[in-house]
């Protein structure tokens, strides 16, 4: 796997799916069950309940591994790669790169931690979501619409939580580590 | 909230929205529900060719969407392209038509995703490719190179960006200002009010709610243009000079930007038509007097600049103004004072002048007849209204604004007989 990839997937997961798309839905749905469940139409609802609140299953698969795999991207040891630090000699840049690395995960780990604890965060959301909505008649009648409401809100919290940590989570690794070095310094 | 007229949707503004997503048509029995959950959270009517199902009657706007892409319906195999002709084909389409489904405004996404459509990037939104890289770079937006082609073909054309990359808001402004756009609208808000209240702010700062009292009614370009900078500068404190000949609605725009500026001004707001001020008594009428002053004086009077202090003065026919008061309205102008005639204390005061003239001032000033230092300061904005020859497709509008305000007459008529 390269950066490049690492930056499409969390792209497409962060920008396209998310934000333009399911947490679109997601607020949508929750406002109507939750102010006037009587409006919501029938064919959304069906579709919203058959085709995209489930997309999460799979989405979360791929919101665990952008997480785990956020150093990749986000590690100065690639830093190390590129000119000018590529031409250090290898028997100095290596160990540099390592060193650099290793701190680097140590001081940032908090933050990868953060949206590790984001992304778990709705997959508890979800499950309970799901509890309450099982077996409910579709369209949700308003007495079933009121008693799922706040696990939709929770669950549209989380997610909209998620989507805030892994649009912040590089550009809050960067600033983490410079305002550490300043601090340092 | 922004009074729109409703009930006849072909009154409602058009606009086309040119998104990749959105603009996407499924195929088969799945409508596309992030369009539909954009559209219904902001009261737009979707148009476009696949939407079925029930009209509410609350709508603030029509829209088109279109994918900007080919092929509009994309299926697992195909490979999806940016489409720069058919794009303007579209926008010409409904540019080159009647005036009630002319685009008002394009909105156009920035981000389009091109490649192939693989059996994982469609399983979620259908007909959706892969992407790359080069697609999700400001520099580098498709968006970048529409806007570019419709502002050149249509450069009257008002364009809105539509955008969920907030983050990249300065790069975007930098990159699109240059072309004269600088509207940006998100593509998702927190809540459906906030929604709403973002598009309909859009709406209304392009001028494309005609009118709400429907006394300037019309779809013409040349008034839309003319509504949009009167709406600017209602906003701002500069004086404003209407143009235009007689029977083009300069008082009732002049109304509009007052109505506009309501919310805002602390003191009253006046009109006053300068022709209607006799000789003898303009100065008095314009700066008031104290007692004394002249034979019929029998008390302090205030005049119109100082009863508008705080607010804004509408002086309608300006050029039927004496050399004499044009001289003393130039003083107020120039140094926010003046002085009731028969009395020598200045008064401050903070006047907003919106002033309107079917003369040729320019031709008045060569002559002598109005004062050249005067026009360029009430000049601060000039709104040059069309002739109604020039803008005959706004004729439907004008007769059915007519006709209802001739039918409110009888209504009123026919409750006052026993």
Known sequence: MNVEEWATIRGNLCHQWLANHYLQQLRYWVEKISNSPEDLCPEFEEDFMQFTLTQWVRKSRVAHWVVEKAHVELSPKSCFLDVPLARLPKEIREPLAGACEKLWLVRTAHLRELARKRVEEMDDAYERLICCLRDRPRPLDPKTATQ?????????????????TLEDLPRLAGTSWDMEMQADD | MIDVPTGSFAS?????VIDDQWGSIYGGKRANQDRFTWCDERRILDETEDVRGHRKSDYVARAVFFRGQRPV?????????NDIQGTLDVVRGGWNCVAENRWACVFVDLEFLTGSVTKESSEIIPGMPVGCERDRTPEAYFGLDLIRAIRNEF??????ILSSNEEHKDRIDEQYSRLGVREFIAKSAETPSIALKEFAGCLERNGLIPDPSGVIAGRSVSL???LKQARLVAWSRANVLIRGESGTGKEPLAQLILKISSNQVAGPQISQSCADFSDSLVESELFGHVKGAFTSAIS????????ANGGDLFLDELGTLSPTVQSKLLRVIESQA?????DYKPIKVEVRFVAATNEPLEDLVREGDFRHDLLPRLNVVSLILPPLRDRLEDMPYLVKAIIKRLGDFET?????VP
């Open chain 2, 12 to 16: 409602l503004p058009r606009i086309l």
């Open chain 2, 412 to 416: 009123k008529i026919a409750d006052m």
């Open chain 2, 73 to 81: 319906t994309a299926k697992v195999g195909d490979i999806v392209v």
């Open chain 1, 148 to 164: 799922c409401v706040p696990y939709a809100k929770d669950f549209l919290g989380s997610c909209a939580e998620l989507k805030r």
């Open chain 2, 300 to 307: 302090d009077r205030k005049g119109l600049i100082e009863a």
């Open chain 2, 155 to 160: 450069p009257r054309l008002p364009i809105v």
């Open chain 2, 224 to 226: 839309l243009e003319v």
């Open chain 2, 338 to 342: 003046f002085t009731r005639v028969g």
